[in-house]
């Protein structure tokens, strides 16, 4: 059994994990590609045992309660997108959710009020060249923090890359140019890493709607480098919840 602490660093909501993040520190134990189901809001800054299971899965335990669960899996996406570094830095410009408007500011991720170097920031738009199925785009360059011992980005922050993107391709509806602000919290994530950049590498994030069910709704994403090498791919569910859920109140 592993203990793993989730930093306050790394909430979505602000009292909890974000989930492409926590999600990415439960794959670290599972070779190849993972996919891990979120059973509970993550907890900041408390001690979670990291534990197999007798059918080959893992859990992410805090005390008794489990909070999310993994195992390995075979992820192949419906469509792959691709953009260029100049058309993912335009397509931030085109971001549907303003600065004040943003509905978790502080998201380690997509947050805006979080400061160059701590946060990602990652804001994604809209690619022009898509009039009719919506797929989003941003820019990402990792910092010299996100490094791992290899002196490559370390996984669980491409699982965090790809992770808020896939949500606000989740409010775009699939069929139209159609933009919802309904409150989403992620459920489940798939994803698979090809290759990890290293610091200071200028990278193109791509994210678009693959469906709904009822509460439902279904996302894929890719990451790849500026010369369009694949980095990584995912796949993601997230869940229609009240404002309040999704504060975790």
Same mark, same amino acid.
């Given at each position: #059994? !592993?203990?793993?602490i989730?930093?306050?660093?790394?909430?979505g909501?602000p009292?909890?994990?974000?989930?492409?993040?926590?999600?990415?520190?439960?794959?670290? &134990?599972?070779?190849?590609?993972?996919?891990?189901t979120?059973?509970?809001?993550?907890?900041? *800054?408390?001690?979670?045992?990291?534990?197999?299971t *007798?059918?080959?899965?893992?859990?992410?335990? *805090?005390?008794?309660?489990?909070v999310?669960?993994?195992?390995a899996?075979?992820i192949?996406?419906?469509?792959?997108?691709?953009?260029?570094?100049?058309?993912?830095?335009?397509?931030?410009?085109?971001?549907?959710?303003?600065?004040?408007?943003?509905?978790?500011?502080?998201?380690?991720?997509?947050?805006p009020?979080?400061?160059?170097?701590?946060?990602?920031?990652?804001f994604?738009?809209?690619?022009?060249?898509?009039? &009719?199925?919506?797929?989003?785009?941003? +820019?990402?360059?990792?910092?010299? +923090?996100?490094?791992?011992e *290899?002196?490559?980005?370390?996984?669980?922050?491409?699982w +965090?890359?790809?992770?808020?993107?896939?949500?606000?391709?989740?409010?775009?509806?699939?069929?139209?140019s159609?933009?919802?602000r309904?409150?989403?919290?992620?459920?489940?994530?798939?994803?698979?890493i090809?290759?990890?950049?290293?610091?200071?590498?200028?990278?193109?994030?791509?994210?678009?709607?693959?469906?709904?069910?009822?509460?439902?709704? #279904?996302?894929?994403?890719?990451?790849h480098?500026?010369?369009?090498?694949?980095?990584?791919?995912?796949?993601? !569910?997230?869940?229609?919840?009240?404002?309040?859920?999704?504060?975790?109140?």
């Open positions: #059994m !592993t203990e793993i989730i930093d306050k660093r790394y909430c909501p009292n909890s994990g974000n989930g492409g993040y926590v999600c990415g520190r439960l794959a670290q &134990h599972i070779p190849g590609g993972a996919e891990v979120l059973r509970a809001p993550p907890p900041l *800054d408390t001690s979670l045992d990291v534990a197999a *007798d059918d080959g899965r893992w859990e992410l335990r *805090d005390g008794a309660k489990v999310a669960t993994g195992h899996a075979s192949e996406l419906v469509r792959l997108e691709t953009a260029s570094f100049a058309e993912a830095s335009a397509a931030e410009l085109l971001t549907p959710i303003k600065p004040h408007e943003h509905p978790l500011p502080t998201c380690f991720v997509c947050g009020a979080r400061a160059e170097g701590d946060g990602l920031r990652i994604v738009g809209p690619l022009g060249r898509h009039a &009719h199925t919506p797929v989003l785009a941003a +820019s990402w360059t990792p910092n010299q +923090s996100l490094t791992a *290899d002196g490559l980005i370390a996984s669980e922050f491409l +965090s890359a790809l992770d808020c993107p896939t949500g606000f391709a989740c409010n775009c509806n699939p069929q139209s159609v933009v919802d309904t409150p989403l919290l992620l459920g489940r994530m798939s994803a698979r090809e290759s990890r950049p290293r610091p200071g590498d200028r990278c193109v994030i791509t994210a678009w709607p693959t469906g709904r069910d009822g509460r439902k709704r #279904m996302a894929e994403a890719a990451l480098d500026e010369g369009g090498k694949l980095l990584a791919v995912a796949k993601t !569910t997230w869940i229609a919840v009240e404002r309040d859920v999704q504060l975790g109140r």
